[in-house]
């Protein structure tokens, strides 16, 4: 892992760099398999939880979490004094997978996969005014790889590699506040695929040439639960969340070549990479609409229903347009580098890698529309 004093070869980032050795096939089948698993049984409750097992005597049922503490935890006056025996909020986690691999050929070609499955729920507490609610974030994914490795000849190894990651997850709160009604959260579907592909040569005892492909594709998807206008007031928030729906669809496909040469105590390197990022993002905000409110949603509290004649709506805001963008950028990169070992402690790496990206992102200046030139 790398995260800065970058060498030349690496181009396009600004975070870090990783660079991952994954297991291979060998002349015996080898494998393992793991399993993990966590119920509500095994954790202790939520402060918030908790704090709602003591909502009051006079608060509807599905206010609190009272329903399945014993009578024991009750006074004669029907409030709840204590929650040693109530039940604990909604959690799971249940995680699978194994791996496994071993020849096709001995000594020539090995196979590998692995796969992984994870099942989670976690509890989300809303406090809207009608009453708190207790529900179920659920995460659904699937992780799998398959690897195919085949020596071609003494000097050439190629290498294929596909990796698939799934999620599927549901009543996710984004963009709004606590205390939104259950309508208001979202579902989040994410697909992510890889597949790369290398041959390895060594045409002399100094000299390495890497060739890679790569793909890879990823969407993604933010739908809402409802497509009624939101509602925005003092403590509380209904209809549509106003962020969404979101989505994106990414392709990109991407060729390097790297030449390593050792000559004494220098070690040049020396490529170049071409890579097509074809995408599409869609990023709608209020694309259902949204009121805005002054009042609370409880008449007791001085307010009433959103739209109603007690609390009228203030401001109503929406968007226009399609919200979305489809484009290609095209990005190349060439760079020679040197790391010289001047001495037993020192090392010298230097290096110049000039990268041009053309398409989805332009450089210059926006005209000022009041200018009269």
Not at 20 to 48: E, P, W
Not at 54 to 78: E, H, I, L, M, V
Not at 309 to 331: E, I, W, Y
Request: hydrophobic share 35%.
């Amino acid at each position: 892992m790398l995260t800065n004093n970058y060498n030349a070869e690496y181009g396009q980032a600004g975070g870090i760099i990783l660079n991952v050795i994954t297991k291979s096939g060998t002349n015996s089948i080898h494998g393992d398999g793991h399993f993990y698993a966590r119920g509500r049984n095994l954790g202790s409750s939520q402060f918030f939880y908790n704090s709602l097992n003591f909502a009051g005597a006079t608060a509807p049922p599905q206010a609190d979490n009272r329903q399945g503490c014993p009578a024991s935890d009750f006074n004669k006056a029907g409030d709840i004094t204590s929650i040693s025996g109530c039940p604990r909020p909604p959690f799971f986690k249940h995680e699978g997978g194994f791996t496994l691999g071993g020849p096709f050929v001995k000594d020539k070609t090995f196979w590998f996969a692995s796969l992984e499955k994870t099942h989670q729920g976690v509890p989300l507490t809303l406090t809207p005014p009608t009453g708190s609610v207790t529900t179920s974030q659920p995460t659904n994914e699937v992780l799998w790889s398959a690897k195919l490795d085949q020596k071609l000849t003494n000097n050439h190894q190629f290498t294929v590699r596909f990796n698939a990651q799934r999620d599927i997850q549901d009543n996710l709160l984004v963009q709004v506040p606590q205390n939104a009604a259950p309508e208001s959260l979202v579902s989040s579907v994410v697909h992510d695929h890889t597949l790369n592909l290398a041959l390895i040569s060594t045409p002399t005892a100094h000299t390495v040439n890497e060739a890679r492909f790569f793909w890879h594709r990823f969407l993604s998807q933010t739908p809402t639960k409802s497509v009624l206008p939101g509602n925005s007031g003092p403590g509380f928030y209904t209809g549509a969340a106003f962020c969404c729906p979101q989505a994106a669809l990414q392709d990109r496909y991407q060729y390097v070549d790297n030449l390593s040469w050792t000559h004494g105590s220098h070690t040049v390197k020396t490529g170049a990479n071409i890579s097509r990022f074809p995408y599409f993002a869609l990023f709608k905000q209020f694309a259902f609409g949204e009121y805005t409110y002054q009042k609370p949603f409880l008449a007791s509290a001085g307010g009433g229903p959103p739209g109603s004649a007690a609390n009228p709506a203030t401001l109503f805001t929406t968007s226009f347009g399609p919200g979305s963008v489809t484009s290609t950028d095209m990005v190349y990169g060439a760079y020679v580098q040197d790391s010289w070992k001047a001495t037993n402690t020192l090392t010298i790496n230097y290096g110049v890698r000039y990268d041009l990206e053309v398409g989805a992102f332009k450089g210059g200046t926006t005209p000022d529309p009041n200018s009269k030139g």
